[in-house]
């Protein structure tokens, strides 16, 4: 199971943090993913980080901006976002993909966070930038 906490409503340049926490999935060893979705729009990989190695990836539209984060003695993965824009609008959902791992040491194919790739969801936390 996957919980999603810390959603909320901020102005455009502050900061949010959303956490998810899991329980009942194996924790180590997983590739954790933050995806949103606006209204109308497809699911989009934001960023994941491996919990077996801490190696972390983002999307092109959140670089420099979001981090990822564990906190692996309370199984909990955070995201920090900062210099919110308005189009950061949009459900944020905790994913965790099992057992994905790519040869190559990746939680994405070639460069892309995919959400097919993602098993187990979390209901999502709304956040929204005005």
């Known amino acids: 199971q996957l919980v999603e906490s810390g959603g909320g409503s901020v102005q455009a340049g502050r900061s949010l943090r959303v956490s998810c926490a899991a329980s009942?999935?194996?924790?180590?060893?997983?590739?954790m993913g933050w995806f949103r979705q606006a209204p109308g729009e497809e699911r989009e990989g934001v960023a994941y980080?491996?919990?077996?190695?801490?190696?972390?990836e983002y999307g092109a539209s959140v670089k420099g901006r979001f981090t990822i984060s564990l906190d692996n003695a309370k199984n909990t993965v955070s995201l920090e976002m900062n210099s919110l824009k308005p189009e950061d609008t949009a459900m944020y959902y905790c994913?965790?993909?099992?057992?994905?791992?790519?040869?190559?040491?990746?939680?994405?194919?070639?460069?892309?966070?995919?959400?097919?790739?993602?098993?187990?969801w979390g209901p999502g936390t709304q956040v929204t930038v005005s």
């Open positions: 994913a965790a993909a099992p057992g994905f791992l790519t040869g190559g040491g990746y939680c994405s194919i070639r460069g892309t966070i995919r959400a097919r790739d993602y098993n187990y």
């Open positions: 009942g999935i194996t924790y180590s060893s997983n590739c």
């Open positions: 980080i491996y919990t077996g190695g801490q190696s972390a």
